[in-house]
T-cell receptor
């Protein structure tokens, strides 16, 4: 089975531009998570979905960030307008409800490295 | 709130030696799971090992074992017979029952030297 697929792998953009990151979770997984990784703050959970519904977006830094999951096989994380401090690696991850309430590892994509100039 | 602490500075380990990575956690929930992930320089997050709060025995997966001391709230990762490919960042993480958030520590850097 294919793992979690993210695109683009690398994105370089200029401040003020819109950035869209994409994710395809593992087929059959009920949960999808977006994380951001920086040297200063480590791995932060931005938002997660259950069955395509956003459950917890308390980690989304501000209104410039938005995430959608229109169907079970696709999610986007959008930043508009982007700022240099948004530069980070953004990870998408998924897991199955069947793996248990506190058991069951997250399966991560390879990440999207964003650089905002 | 869940809190994961990894405070060791970067570590150099001789090839074929064992290395222990420290992780302490804080939760008042009796039901939780502890995870370790490896992040090599290529950037991907690789799941290594899991320990449940009710598990009676320490988890083991090949060269990885977890030294779980529940009363001390510690879940140290032991890598035996280190290999050059073990050079990476290692993250400890926790999820409590009923909360889907997997919270990560800041990570431990390991460099294996020949």
């Amino acid at each position: 089975d294919a793992g979690v697929i993210q695109s683009p792998r690398h994105e370089v953009t200029e401040m003020g531009q819109e950035v869209t990151l994409r994710c395809k979770p593992i087929s059959g997984h009920d949960y999808l998570f977006w994380y951001r990784q920086t040297m200063m703050r480590g791995l932060e959970l931005l938002i997660y979905f259950n069955n395509n519904v956003p459950i917890d977006d308390s980690g989304m830094p501000e209104d410039r960030f938005s995430a959608k999951m229109p169907n079970a096989s696709f999610s986007t994380l959008k930043i508009q307008p982007s700022e240099p401090r948004d530069s980070a690696v953004y990870f998408c991850a998924s897991r199955s409800l069947a793996s248990g309430s506190f058991t069951g590892e997250l399966f991560f994509g390879e990440g999207s490295r964003l650089t905002v100039l | 709130a869940q809190k994961i602490t990894q405070t060791q500075p970067g570590m150099f380990v001789q090839e074929k030696e064992a290395v222990t990575l420290d992780c302490t956690y804080d939760t008042s929930d009796p039901s939780y799971g502890l995870f370790w992930y490896k992040q090599p320089s290529s950037g991907e997050m690789i799941f290594l090992i899991y320990q449940g709060s009710y598990d009676q025995q320490n988890a083991t997966e090949g060269r990885y074992s977890l030294n779980f001391q529940k009363a001390r709230k510690s879940a140290n990762l032991v890598i035996s017979a280190s290999q050059l490919g073990d050079s990476a960042m290692y993250f400890c993480a926790m999820r409590v029952s009923g909360n889907n958030r997997l919270a990560f520590g800041k990570g431990n850097q390991v460099v294996v030297i020949p």
